[in-house]
T-cell receptor
């Protein structure tokens, strides 16, 4: 089955700086890669996703890049703000079916220092 | 539009007790699932359903039962709670069983369960 590794587990950056979270996946047939943000006491919320036929996608201050050859995808947050503090999860969906859901990374706790 | 609603928000059980975690969605979603979240383990799939009357096991199904009698509801049952089931449980749903950019997974706000 699919295996998703996420790094780092904790990331502390100064407000206004950029943050990068990286994930690798094992199943070369995976074709959908969402990123979720989880604030304290709440459920994960989708913030951006990318399909396997797209190399990069941007939405205001966040962007995701995908390198299919290396089986690697990353979340980039620019001009970080205090409200970006949260736990971020990457995920991959194998192409085989999808009914058995997403395989998630273990999460990155992003801390924005004022 | 309420989305995915989970009840209760918090629950404490003694070992051996049983309970049902409720999940309801009002988006007419075909696919529903249950995940558990443990520190350092990420989110792991317990059970899922691709439609009313159809359920299947995920990665960590032992100790849990589910049923899907209606499109809207997908309860998770713990028949005999164990301390290893202490976790945060999330219900999630999607329009289609083929999760994708146009059918993403939507999560509820979770139930925090402690088994003593």
């Amino acid at each position: 089955g699919e295996n998703v590794e996420q790094h780092p587990s904790t990331l502390s950056v100064q407000e206004g700086d950029s943050a990068v979270i990286k994930c690798t996946y094992s199943d070369s047939a995976s074709n959908y890669f969402p990123w979720y943000k989880q604030e304290l006491g709440k459920g994960p919320q989708l913030i951006i996703d990318i399909r396997s036929n797209v190399g990069e996608k941007k939405d205001q201050r966040i962007a995701v890049t995908l390198n299919k050859t290396a089986k690697h995808f990353s979340l980039h947050i620019t001009e970080t703000q205090p409200e970006d503090s949260a736990v971020y999860f990457c995920a991959a969906r194998p192409s085989g079916g999808g009914a058995d859901g997403l395989t998630f990374g273990k999460g990155t706790h992003l801390i924005i220092q004022p | 539009n309420a989305g995915v609603t989970q009840t209760p928000k918090f629950q404490v059980l003694k070992t051996g007790q049983s309970m049902t975690l409720q999940c309801a969605q009002d988006m007419n979603h075909e696919y529903m699932s249950w995940y558990r979240q443990d520190p350092g383990m990420g989110l792991r799939l317990i059970h899922y359903s691709v439609g009313a009357g159809i359920t299947d096991q995920g990665e960590v199904p032992n100790g849990y039962n589910v049923s899907r009698s209606t499109t809207e509801d997908f309860p998770l049952r713990l028949l005999s709670a164990a301390p290893s089931q202490t976790s945060v449980y999330f219900c999630a749903s999607s329009y289609s069983v083929r999760l994708s950019y146009n059918s993403p997974l939507h999560f509820g706000n979770g139930t925090r369960l402690t088994v003593t």
